[in-house]
Nanobody, 124 residues
Framework: VQLQASGGGLVQAGGSLRLSCAAS????????LGWFRQAPGKEREFVSA????????RYADSVKGRFTISRDLAKNTVFLQMNSLKPEDTAVYSC??????????????????WGQGTLVTVSS
């Protein structure tokens, strides 16, 4: 699976951005797509994930209620709508795919294919 992430940018605190992750190469019916982020000097952390079949979602506590993950089956694309952004959301955001069990989806080491990151900068 090839992934292409886009949609990052500079936004003021309280603003919104929508990230996109377009997938190609094979059918995604058995995959979970995840978003991770990495801030300078910090470890990569889980943000959100969606199971392609059925649309089950999961969020990190730090973004719950502010971010929404969704998918467009026809476009083979996953979106991450980010509202009420905070300076601490500043990071490089990357999307990835996996077929591991749902209980392990927060572990970035279990993901196989990664798209290039997109930078999100939230100014205070």
């Amino acid at each position: 699976v090839q992934l292409q992430a886009s949609g990052g940018g500079l936004v003021q605190a309280g603003g919104s951005l929508r990230l996109s992750c377009a997938a190609s190469g094979r059918t995604l019916s058995s995959y979970t797509l995840g978003w991770f982020r990495q801030a300078p000097g910090k470890e990569r952390e889980f943000v959100s994930a969606i199971r392609w079949s059925g649309g089950t979602t999961r969020y990190a506590d730090s973004v719950k209620g502010r971010f929404t993950i969704s998918r467009d089956l026809a476009k083979n694309t996953v979106f991450l709508q980010m509202n009420s952004l905070k300076p601490e959301d500043t990071a490089v955001y990357s999307c990835a795919t996996t077929r591991i069990v749902w209980s392990e989806i927060t572990n970035h080491k279990r993901y196989n294919s990664w798209g290039q990151g997109t930078l999100v900068t939230v100014s205070s």
